[in-house]
């Protein structure tokens, strides 16, 4: 899990709620971001910021929201418009330059449960 | 389009045997071609890393393999332990995505005593 950490661990979301689910990292990576995890499928990036006070949508950000206010976090809000959010949170991080550049480490993941 | 498959979905085996897994991936050339661990509850750790033009790649027990031909890569694990039980994820950096991963959906290996 290197230098990432999210929490909480497990999450329990009621209907029409939004929840926040927190990464931080002490690795002085540039870049962050934020996947989903269901099971047997391969993992699908919600968002991407490659810098401070800029990110991007990645393939299935509907419903969700980040803010990337300083470079060692990147929260992930799941909205209430988001319908089916049960799953595995993956926050990861990366270099921005160099032989590294696409290495990403992962933090240990968030569950969602929803109520 | 970027796409990376993975086989078997799930596979069980006893402690002290050999196991290979298997990924295939559609476009080609690539940037790099990884595989990760993931223990269950946590986030995948990179055990292999390998570029267009590398064949093969060793990390301890496990050894990746890439045939450009078949397009397909594959992990080796000997003298599978115990703790070798995860998922495995082939993980794929195409040129045509930037600094982006496409990930195959895994393979969740158990190794029983």
């Known amino acids: 899990d290197g230098g990432i950490t999210q929490s909480p661990k497990y999450l329990f979301r009621k209907e029409g709620q939004n929840v926040t689910l927190s990464c931080e990292q002490n690795?002085?990576?540039?870049?962050m971001y934020w996947y989903r995890q269901d099971p047997g499928q391969g993992l699908r990036l919600i968002y991407y910021?490659?810098?401070?006070?800029?990110?991007q949508k990645g393939d299935i950000a509907e419903g969700y929201s980040v803010s990337r206010e300083k470079k060692e976090s990147f929260p992930l809000t799941v909205t209430s418009a988001q319908k089916n959010p049960t799953a595995f949170y993956l926050c990861?991080?990366?270099?921005?330059?160099?032989?590294?550049?696409?290495?990403?480490?992962f933090g240990p993941g968030t569950r969602l449960l929803v109520l | 389009k970027n796409q990376v498959e993975q086989s078997p979905q799930s596979l069980i085996i006893l402690e002290g045997k050999n196991c290979t897994l298997q990924c295939n991936y559609t476009v080609s050339p690539f940037s790099n071609l990884r595989w990760y661990k993931q223990d269950t509850g946590r986030g995948p750790v990179s055990l292999t890393i390998?570029?267009?033009?590398?064949n093969t790649k060793s990390n301890g027990r496990y050894t990746a393999t890439l045939d450009a031909d078949t397009k397909q890569s594959s992990l080796h694990i000997t003298a599978s332990q115990l703790s070798d039980s995860a998922s495995y994820i082939c993980?794929?950096?195409?040129?045509?995505?930037?600094?982006?991963?496409?990930f195959g959906g895994g393979t969740r290996l158990m190794v029983k005593p």
């Open positions: 910021s490659q810098i401070v006070n800029d990110f």
């Open positions: 990861a991080s990366s270099p921005r330059g160099g032989p590294n550049q696409e290495t990403q480490y």
């Open positions: 993980v794929v950096t195409f040129y045509n995505a930037g600094n982006m991963l496409t």
């Open positions: 390998m570029t267009f033009s590398e």
């Open positions: 690795l002085n990576h540039d870049a």
